[in-house]
């Protein structure tokens, strides 16, 4: 299982190298560089929301409502959309991937390749029908309005992902449980769920981090400010600012603020993130 | 699930199987073949699919014909005028230019600065995890958030970069960054250049996968490690490069956030791209019809490269 091997290839050896002085001072040089370059906007913007009015101004931001949204509301919403995203994806996709791998039916893989095919569906070119459904079905202003949408555009990237695991089971496994008389569902449930924890594992931490970089479904189908999602409120707050370097250092506070889940799921959950990603091969 | 059942429900295939190996092998008492299990574990994705694909195909299909606002009342049948309209628009056929410009761009930087770093990264430097990290988290973090820092450090009379390069003794260089279309476009080339973790991701995890002890023979030989950066291991990773530049220009399709949040599309469109276009008749201008038929077109554009996509990776595997 050549996969198993990938998943930790941060971490593997490096290679077998022997670089002159000369160029360990240019390879260190560059990479500091590129890495002060790429710290940069994230280092300015904490600078920023201190610069005037220091510490104060996060609790400042917490405890006020910014054009009626409060900061540790979007937290709590983005937390909920993000957790029904992340559970559609791994429970549909999961179903769906057995189905591709075990069960033999005809036209299997055309319908595989059908469902592969909307891997690079934009989320703007489905922007107008999915207002005109939301509107039909009454999911404007719900969590779960957006995390349809949302499931839908991973879930090509779930199937992918996990059928590739999937087939990698060996079949003497499946024949085991045959010989049980196990059902279908029996195997799904057994053998090919916990023998593909991992995978689940990465793509639910891939399906919370999508969701919260997701500013497009929130921004057009949540318009109470009591439902604003954290991506969405770094564009609603913004007017609630005065142009006063006081309140220019609050609103940078605020955008921080809003970055702290992205960022507390992408440190903790970094070696699912990035093994899921190298996996599934495709998607940004 | 008694095996009567689940007998009348197996496929015309297995019954043939069946009555060739009477309920002696495995296969003949199993329910394994098809039948209603299709359904139950298919059915989910396939609602899915049908409602938020297909049958939004079906509405963009007949909006796209209409002139019609956000209500979805009192539609106008227009026939195919949205559509010469659109491909009209140069606004629009700018976009379609700038998404597919700033796709190649980011493919540029990801086969050279993405590729260098990665390999820097695996020639056994310290603080390695450090370094991937930093150049992984623009690309993790919300998109939303990222541009729009950036896009305040490209204030024109305060914003950070114009102020740093003024303490540099470069002030020559402070540009009107939002306001001017060629320092619009560097700016957006910077912003792009800022998400190449993906990329740098997929070669890292490919390099490690190289055989060791070729590595180590070319060093013993006396090359350089740029040679061996150059000459070996960039023609050895071609398959990561077609899954890096497949992956960046599909991005290219969503990076809606990127434009909206730095430049928003200016100066007077010149900056927007397909998702910004579309984001903006239909929530701006209130024009649904119209954004309907830029929508078909992109999405047949990103329907051709998913084809490609699959193609390759066919054969690739």
Excluded at chain 1, 182 to 190: K, L, N, P
Excluded at chain 2, 159 to 170: H, K, Q, S, T
Excluded at chain 2, 279 to 300: E, F, M
Aim: contains cysteine; aromatic residues 10%.
């Amino acid at each position: 299982m050549a996969r198993m091997k990938t998943q930790h290839a941060a971490d593997e050896e490096a290679l077998p190298l022997r670089s002159r002085r000369i160029d360990k001072i240019l390879i260190y040089g560059f990479l500091v560089i590129i890495g002060l370059a790429f710290a940069a906007p994230l280092i300015n913007a904490v600078q920023m929301s201190v610069a005037v009015g220091g510490i104060g101004n996060y609790w400042a931001v917490l405890t006020r409502t910014l054009n009626g949204v409060s900061i540790p509301q979007t937290f709590l919403n983005s937390a909920i959309i993000a957790l029904m995203h992340a559970g559609l994806v791994c429970v549909i996709g999961a179903l769906a991937a057995y189905a591709f791998s075990f069960i033999p039916f005809r036209g299997r893989e055309p319908l595989y390749y059908g469902v592969l095919l909307f891997l690079a569906v934009p989320a703007t070119s489905i922007l107008v029908p999915v207002y005109f459904i939301s509107g039909t079905l009454g999911l404007f202003n719900t969590h779960i309005g957006v995390a349809l949408p949302e499931a839908v555009l991973t879930l090509p990237f779930a199937v992918l992902l996990l059928r590739n695991r999937m087939d990698d089971i060996p079949r003497q496994l499946v024949e085991a449980a045959i010989l049980d008389r196990a059902s279908h569902i029996g195997v799904f449930w057994h053998v090919a769920v916990p023998l593909c924890r991992g995978p689940l594992f990465n793509l639910a931490a891939l399906s919370v981090m999508w969701s919260l970089q997701d500013f497009l479904f929130p921004s057009v189908l949540l318009r109470s400010p009591a439902l604003t999602t954290a991506a969405q409120a770094v564009q609603t707050i913004r007017s609630a600012f005065g142009p006063t370097p006081a309140e220019s250092s609050q609103y940078y506070a605020a955008l921080v603020l809003l970055g702290v889940p992205a960022l507390v799921i992408i440190l903790f959950a970094f070696k699912y993130v990035t093994s899921g990603l190298s996996a599934g091969g495709v998607k940004e | 699930m008694t095996t009567t059942e689940t007998s009348t429900l197996v496929t015309r295939a297995g019954e043939r199987r069946q009555r060739r190996s009477p309920a002696r092998g495995v296969r003949g008492r199993s329910p394994f073949r098809g039948g209603w299990y299709v359904v139950l574990f298919l059915g989910p994705l396939l609602l899915f699919y049908g409602v938020y694909f297909l049958y939004s195909f079906g509405i963009l299909g007949m909006v796209s014909t209409e002139r019609v606002g956000l209500t979805f009342r009192n539609a106008v049948d227009v026939g195919m005028q949205n559509f010469v309209l659109v491909l009209e628009d140069p606004t629009f056929q700018r976009s379609l230019i700038n998404t597919i410009v700033f796709g190649l761009f980011s493919v540029l930087v990801a086969l050279t600065l993405g590729f260098i770093l990665a390999m820097m990264l695996a020639s056994g430097v310290r603080m390695r995890r450090l370094f991937y990290t930093v150049f992984l988290l623009p690309s993790l973090i919300p998109m939303s958030l990222f541009a729009t820092v950036f896009s305040r450090m490209l204030e024109t009379r305060d914003g950070a970069i114009n102020d740093g390069l003024r303490n540099l003794g470069l002030g020559f260089l402070a540009q009107d960054w939002l306001g001017d279309p060629t320092a619009a476009y560097v700016a957006i080339g910077i912003l792009l250049t800022y998400t190449i973790g993906l990329p740098i991701m997929y070669y890292t995890t490919d390099v490690a996968q190289v055989n060791a002890s070729i590595v180590e023979s070319a060093t013993l030989d006396g090359a350089s490690v740029w040679q061996i950066y150059r000459i070996m291991l960039f023609p050895l990773l071609r398959t990561t490069h077609i899954t890096v530049i497949l992956s960046v220009i599909l991005g290219s399709f969503r990076a809606f956030d990127i434009i909206y949040f730095s430049t928003g599309g200016q100066p007077g469109g010149r900056t927007d791209i397909t998702g910004t276009y579309i984001y903006k008749a239909t929530l701006g201008l209130d024009r649904v019809g119209y954004a309907a038929a830029a929508s078909i077109i992109v999405l047949i554009i990103a329907l051709i490269i998913s084809v490609v996509q699959i193609i390759v990776r066919r054969k690739a595997s």
